[in-house]
């Protein structure tokens, strides 16, 4: 799925997985950013294939996978 969203949460979150876009105009034929919600959390996976798509007060969280199966979460 493009978009999951996640509710039940105290935020509502929608996780998009821009890896399953085959082109940037398949994005803006979603009705960007018309589709996303406007309160709560959006995460974009993948976000580096569509760069300039994003504003300024972005966060970037990257998630690296470890040698003993955790994952060490940093912001950059």
């Known amino acids: 799925t493009l978009c999951q969203p996640l509710r039940g949460g105290r935020l509502p979150l929608e996780h998009w997985d ?10 803006d034929s979603l009705g960007w950013p018309d589709c996303l919600i406007t309160s709560g959390l959006v995460a974009i996976e993948w976000p580096d294939r569509y760069p300039g798509l994003w504003p300024k007060n972005t ?18």
Do not use: H, N
Not at 18 to 27: C, I, N, T, V
Not at 59 to 69: K, N, R, V
């Open 18 to 27: 821009l890896y399953r876009l085959e082109k940037a105009r398949d994005w």
């Open 59 to 76: 966060l970037d969280l990257q998630i690296t996978p470890q040698s003993d199966g955790s994952r060490l979460l940093s912001w950059i």
